[in-house]
């Protein structure tokens, strides 16, 4: 969309305050908005209506929110000279919400609150109004909650289906909007919901599609000034959550179902699923390199797998990572399920094939309890292509295009020949290959989704989290596509007992959030098949210091230890699941930095967990991250683990210049001392480098210092 001019920029202006005018005159001054997660915010309409309380007090104003999306900001004299303008270029046409910086800076009037119950990850460690005004709520309350705290605004940004205007689509955020008006319509509650089109967010199916006349007002964005946010393509993937997502990869079971979250350690797990599909040789060097396919060999074969994919992935995942995109595009993510329980488990036992549907399916069917049809049941079977086009149902009667009729029940002897002759699709059809509750990604994901074709983009669905987080809503149909599940997430540190600590400090101080982490836990342990997989680097570094993050006790909790399943660090696999204390703590050291195996184990004998002769075994004794650098320069040395497994959005000159910044941060005061005085040598390189960093000219002692030094180790860079 090309930036409105003049009196067009002036219109939309018009129409945005048109809108809080109504808004206000139906509930009054007192506006509980609730907007969505992530990307699904109207920043521009939402500005507007920060703007009006902001200019009138009278008015009280509460958003309800997660994941407010800022413009990521460098305050570091000498990494803010690189990263800054990569971050101007990439949110060139990205406004932020005009709160952020007032919930950032403890500046919020006193007529507004911010209420959440996801932060960006470290954003709010520290600010007392944030942490003060936290909702702590599963992701499968997160409606609910919203509703308790009296919204009465419902704001969506969505996309509109380019043949017809009247459609439209929740797009990147159907995860609760549709569930929190639900909710408030069965209380009777007065609200307003608003949808605001942005051009270039993609047209999603699945349960995001929705008909314009279900929103009180529908608005237009200025794309070209409230553009969508991106996820910036900048750290490399680390040793350590390389070697994480290598281990990760051989549980994911062929033929199973798939959560990621985001971040490098779910980058280098689909990139290690990619390798294990399409370059299995080197797949399973890696694994041999890491002693993967020795210390972990029975787990592996019991719950995962290290040949290629044949009947391929599901994803059932509240966050449609990019990953999946890049699973899906490598023919991996590619097992459809179907929205009927018993056809769905005639598929995952190989009785109804979905390319050649057969008349003993009917008799199949119904040995598995299935009867007389419902007129929903005969809809969902028909758009499976279960049933042809030609029959039709009617007041528990299936008709033929030859006008015949007989009984919808799958059981009748009659009704089976009948619908074996006449009523019987050829294949199925409409299957979907991922059930997603919103994204987030690059300008390229974007563009990738917009650009699919038709029959492709309805294998992608989007749908609401009380479908995906849970098995509530369908039991029956949903274990039966969730079948091999591996819901796979994050933490923060494991106690020795396997509780897990995601989203808060013992202080209390939360991090992010639970989300939908205890969800897919729990879940996991419903699903016969299911496991809960934590990833959780061994160590982290805190005031310079290296912390173990598998500890003795913890005062905060995520997962329980009850609910305690698969733990994974950089060192290996913990299978928690059905084991005794003691075994549990073995596991754990394990897989410790071998720095502070001996703390744990003395922690351990005093509280008698582990008898006072135990001894760690002396395969897990080395569990060193300078192994672990060798492993994976071993692995980078033969092209299997790229820094940037996805791409980057450095150039190759920022990319020189980040690795000349990061070397220069790790050298001891006395090599920096002696670089300087070495005489400077400014190569090509070099000047390109200085350049990235603005200090191709420079004045002032300090700043000519950092370029004399930037220039040599560019230098020494190139000698190694």
């Given amino acids: 969309m090309q930036r409105p001019e003049g009196s067009d920029v002036e219109l939309l202006q018009a129409r945005y305050a048109a809108c809080i005018d109504a808004i206000i005159a139906r509930v009054g001054k007192n506006l509980v908005l609730a907007l969505p997660l992530g990307l699904g915010k109207p920043i521009e309409l939402v500005n ?14 509460t958003i309800l929110t997660a994941l407010t999306l800022e413009r990521p900001r460098e305050t570091h004299p000498i990494r803010g000279r690189l990263l800054n303008p990569v971050f101007d270029r990439l949110y060139a046409n990205y406004t932020e919400p005009s709160y952020a910086q007032a919930v950032r800076e403890n500046t919020l009037p006193a007529n507004i609150a911010v209420r959440e119950f996801y932060f960006k990850p470290g954003s709010r460690l520290g600010n007392a109004g944030a942490q003060q005004n936290y909702i702590s709520s599963n992701y499968t309350h997160a409606a609910r909650d919203v509703v308790a705290q009296g919204c009465n605004v419902v704001m969506q940004l969505v996309s509109q289906d380019p ?18 008006v639900q909710r408030l319509v069965a209380l009777g509650r007065d609200f307003v919901s608003v949808a605001v089109v942005h051009p270039d967010l993609p047209y999603m199916v699945g349960d995001a599609e929705v008909s314009a006349d279900q929103y009180d007002f529908v608005l237009d964005t200025n794309a070209s000034e409230h553009g969508l946010f991106v996820m910036p393509k900048l750290p490399p993937v680390s040793p350590s959550d390389y070697a994480i997502g290598l281990h990760a990869s051989c549980l994911i079971a062929d033929g199973g179902t798939l959560q990621l979250g985001i971040g490098a350690m779910s980058d280098a797990i689909v990139h290690g699923v990619q390798l294990r599909h399409s370059r299995n040789d080197d797949y399973q060097a890696l694994l041999s390199r890491f002693k993967i396919d020795s210390r972990w060999r029975d787990l592996i074969a019991a719950y995962g797998g290290c040949d290629p994919f044949v009947e391929g992935l599901y994803g059932a995942t509240e966050m449609f990572v990019e990953g999946f995109w890049q699973l899906f595009g490598s023919g991996i993510l590619k097992r459809e399920v179907y929205d009927f329980w018993a056809l769905q488990l005639l598929v995952n036992e190989g009785v109804c094939q979905p390319q050649a549907i057969s008349a003993d399916t009917i008799t199949a069917m119904a040995d598995l309890g299935v009867r007389e049809l419902r007129g929903k049941d005969f809809a969902v079977l028909q758009y499976h292509g279960y049933f042809n086009e030609r029959c039709q149902y009617c007041d528990g009667y299936i008709i ?9 029940n799958m059981a ?21 290959v991922l059930h997603g509750g919103f994204f987030l990604g690059s300008e390229a994901f974007y563009r990738g989704l917009r650009e699919l074709k038709a029959e492709a983009r309805g294998k992608l669905a989007m749908c ?25 997430n994050t933490g923060l540190n494991v106690s020795l007992q396997g509780a897990v600590a995601s989203d808060t400090l013992e202080s209390g101080q939360v991090v992010s959030g639970v989300g939908g982490q205890y969800n897919f836990v729990a879940m996991a342990h419903q699903l016969s098949d299911g496991r809960s997989i934590l990833m959780i680097r061994s160590t982290r570094i805190e005031k310079g210091k290296a912390r173990s993050n598998i500890v003795d006790n913890f005062a905060s909790c995520t997962i329980p230890r009850h609910l305690r399943d698969i733990v994974i660090t950089e060192y290996g696999i913990a299978d928690l699941r059905s084991k005794t204390d003691e075994e549990v703590v073995k596991a754990l050291i394990n897989i410790a930095d071998s720095r502070f195996q001996s703390d744990l184990l003395r922690s351990a004998k005093a509280a008698g967990k582990l008898a006072a002769d135990y001894q760690i075994p002396a395969a897990y004794r080395e569990n060193s991250a300078a192994r672990i650098r060798r492993d994976v320069a071993w692995a980078q040395s033969r092209k299997m ?10 150039s190759d000159d920022e990319l020189r210049a980040a690795k000349a910044l990061k070397t220069l941060a790790s050298l001891p005061w006395w090599q920096t001392v002696l670089l300087t005085l070495k005489p400077e040598h400014r ?5 390109n480098v200085l350049l990235s960093l603005g200090l191709n000219t420079v004045s002032g002692l300090k700043d000519r210092l950092l370029q004399r030094l930037i220039s040599a180790v560019v230098k020494r860079e190139s000698t190694l």
């Fill in 464 to 488: 609401g989290v009380e479908k995906i987080n849970q098995l509530d809503f369908n039991p029956r149909l949903y274990q039966a596509q969730r079948r091999r599940a591996r819901f796979i």
């Fill in 683 to 687: 190569s090509a390189a070099a000047r």
């Fill in 48 to 61: 507007a209506i920060y703007a009006r309380a902001c200019q009138d007090t009278s008015i009280t104003l």
């Fill in 163 to 180: 043949q017809d205007a009247q459609r439209l689509s929740m797009s990147c955020n159907p995860d609760t909007s549709a569930d929190v």
């Fill in 400 to 408: 033929a295009a030859d006008g015949e009729s007989v009984a919808a």
């Fill in 641 to 650: 683990m790229p820094s940037y497994p996805f791409g980057c959005d450095f």
């Fill in 412 to 432: 009748n002897p009659v009704s089976q020949r009948f619908m074996a002759e006449k009523c019987l699709g050829t294949s199925l059809r409409n299957g979907k």
